[in-house]
């Protein structure tokens, strides 16, 4: 599974950005797609996490409420809705899958994309 991340930009706090990640290669439908963010200086850190089917979503608390992921199957994309967005969710973005697993481990996930820059002003 090949990932291509894009969606990531400048904005002001308060506003809004979707990130997508593509896949190709297999088949996509059975893989657990996963957001993890990684800001200068610390380490990567789980975003949300959705299943293959996309009925079960797990969020990391500090973005609870604010961001949403989901996964169009047909596409082989899944997304990151980014809302209310504020200054400590600047990072860079990454996106990974890993055969039926949606989990908050990033060493269970066996595929990453190369990362999209999200930057947050205040």
């Known amino acids: 599974v090949q990932l291509q991340a894009s969606g990531g930009g400048l904005v002001q706090a308060g506003g809004s950005l979707r990130l997508s990640c593509t896949a190709s290669g297999r088949a996509f439908s059975g893989y657990g797609m996963g957001w993890f963010r990684q800001a200068p200086g610390k380490e990567r850190e789980f975003v949300a996490a959705?299943?293959?089917?996309?009925?079960?979503?797990n969020y990391a608390d500090s973005v609870k409420g604010r961001f949403t992921i989901s996964r169009d199957n047909a596409k082989n994309t899944v997304y990151l809705q980014m809302n209310s967005l504020k200054p400590e969710d600047t990072a860079v973005y990454y996106c990974a899958a890993e055969w039926s697993y949606w989990g908050e481990i990033s060493n269970n996930y066996g595929y990453w994309g190369q990362g999209t820059l999200v930057t947050v002003s205040s």
């Open positions: 959705i299943s293959w089917s996309g009925t079960s979503r």
